[in-house]
C-alpha cells in the first residue's frame, strides 16, 4: 500500500469533495437533481471554481498544529486556526464565535465550553479531521485522544467531540485497509461501532447504516433516516455511509455524497476525506485536481502538508 498516496488522497479528498459541493450548499437533494441531474464537474462557485471553504481551511490549520509541534498542542491549534480564519471562507455561527474568543485572548480549554449552552454540536470539528485519521491511523488510543481534544477547541459538546473521532476513525480504517482486497464492510462498521456505547446516537446511525447498506434506499430516504444537515450528528454517519455504498471508486463516492443535499460542501469533505484515505490521491479524478484552488494555501500546499504528516507518521512509527 502507498500510504503517502493514501494521506494525500485524504487531504486532497477534502478539498475535492467540499469543493465540488459547496455551489449546492444548503440545497435539497430533489432540487439538486431537478437542476443539474449529477453533479459530477467542479462547478462555478462563489469564490471560483475548485476554491474550498472552511472545512478545509480549518483541515490546513490542524495539519500545520500538528506538524509544528510534532503532536496535538490545544494553544497552538487555536492560534492556527484562527491566523487561517477568512470569513469569506464561510463558516459556522459557533466557528465563528470561537475565532472571536480566541482573538480575544481565552485559554483554548475555555473557548468550546462558551458556545451554545454545552459546547456546539456542529460537524465542523469531524470536517476538519482528516489530518488525525491519517497520522494516529495505526494508533486508535492515541487517535481518540487527539480527536476529542482537537474538537474541544471549537466543539465541546459531548456529540461534537463523538462527530469529530467517528469521522477520524473512518478515515483511519480507509487509510489502513488496503483497496487492492474487497473492502469488509460488515467488519469495517463493526470496528466503527465498537467504540460506542448504547446511548450514543452515533451507534444508532451506523446501526441504520448496516441495515441499508444492501437495500440502497433513494435518497430521500437516506436524508430522513441518517440526516445531511450541519450538525455532527446528521453528517458524519451519512458521510461513511455514502463511502461504504460507493468504495469502489473515489468519484462516484463524492458524486453521491453531494447529491444528498444539504450540507454538501461538508459531507462532501467527509466522504472524500475517507474515500481519499482508501484509494489515494491517484484515484481522484485528474479533471478535479486540475481545476482545484492553487493560491499560497492552495491544493500543492495541502499535498505538502500531507507529505509533511507522512514524514512525522514514519517518525511517530519507528520510535516506537
Ligand atoms: O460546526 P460549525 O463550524 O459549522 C460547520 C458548518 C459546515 O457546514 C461548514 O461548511 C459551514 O457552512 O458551517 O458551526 P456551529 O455553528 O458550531 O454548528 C453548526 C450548526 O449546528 C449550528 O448552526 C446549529 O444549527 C447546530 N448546533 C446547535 N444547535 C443548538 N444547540 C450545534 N450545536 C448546537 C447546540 O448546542
Ligand atoms: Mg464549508
Ligand atoms: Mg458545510
Redesign the pocket.
Known amino acids: 500500500m502507498d500510504l503517502h498516496d493514501k494521506f494525500c488522497g485524504a487531504l486532497l479528498g477534502t478539498h475535492a469533495g467540499d469543493a465540488l459541493g459547496m455551489p449546492l450548499?444548503g440545497a435539497s437533494a430533489a432540487s439538486i437533481k431537478k437542476r443539474y441531474g449529477e453533479v459530477r464537474e467542479m462547478l462555478e462557485a462563489r469564490l471560483g471554481k475548485g476554491t474550498y471553504?472552511?472545512?478545509t481551511e480549518m483541515m490546513i490549520a490542524l495539519a500545520e498544529s500538528l506538524l509544528r509541534c510534532g503532536d496535538f498542542d490545544g494553544a497552538d491549534l487555536a492560534n492556527a486556526l484562527l491566523e487561517n480564519f477568512s470569513l469569506e471562507r464561510?463558516?459556522?455561527?459557533?466557528?465563528k464565535r470561537a475565532m472571536e474568543l480566541i482573538r480575544a485572548g481565552t485559554n483554548w480549554e475555555e473557548v468550546g465550553k462558551r458556545?451554545?449552552?454545552?459546547?456546539?454540536?456542529?460537524?465542523?470539528s469531524a470536517?476538519r479531521i482528516a489530518p488525525v485519521g491519517c497520522l494516529y491511523h495505526h494508533d486508535l488510543h492515541k487517535l481518540k485522544k487527539v480527536a476529542y481534544a482537537s474538537s474541544s477547541v471549537?466543539?465541546a459538546?459531548p456529540w461534537?467531540k463523538e462527530g469529530a473521532f467517528l469521522q477520524a476513525l473512518a478515515v483511519a480504517k480507509a487509510v489502513a485497509s488496503d483497496p487492492e482486497d474487497v473492502l469488509d464492510r460488515t467488519k469495517y462498521l463493526q470496528d466503527l461501532k465498537n467504540e460506542f456505547s448504547a446511548d450514543s446516537p452515533y451507534l444508532a446511525s451506523l446501526e441504520v447504516i448496516e441495515e441499508h447498506i444492501q437495500i440502497k434506499p433513494d435518497v430521500e430516504e437516506v436524508v430522513a433516516k441518517l440526516g445531511n444537515d450541519?450538525?455532527a450528528m446528521n453528517s458524519v454517519p451519512t458521510a461513511i455511509y455514502a463511502f461504504l455504498t460507493h468504495n469502489h471508486s473515489f468519484e462516484e463516492t463524492v458524486v453521491y455524497a453531494v447529491s444528498i443535499g444539504g450540507?454538501t460542501?461538508?459531507i462532501g469533505a467527509m466522504a472524500g476525506a475517507i474515500a481519499g484515505g482508501y484509494r489515494g490521491k491517484s484515484a481522484i479524478p485528474s479533471r478535479w485536481l486540475d481545476v482545484l484552488e492553487r493560491g499560497t494555501k492552495g491544493a500543492n500546499y495541502i499535498e505538502e502538508l500531507a507529505t509533511g504528516l507522512y514524514n512525522l507518521h514514519e517518525e511517530i512509527v519507528n520510535q516506537r
Request: net charge negative; no cysteine; glycine share 24%.
Open positions: 450548499e471553504t472552511d472545512d464561510g463558516y459556522g455561527t459557533g466557528s458556545i451554545f449552552k454545552d459546547g456546539s454540536y456542529g460537524n465542523g470536517m471549537t466543539h459538546h461534537g450541519s450538525r450540507d460542501d461538508t
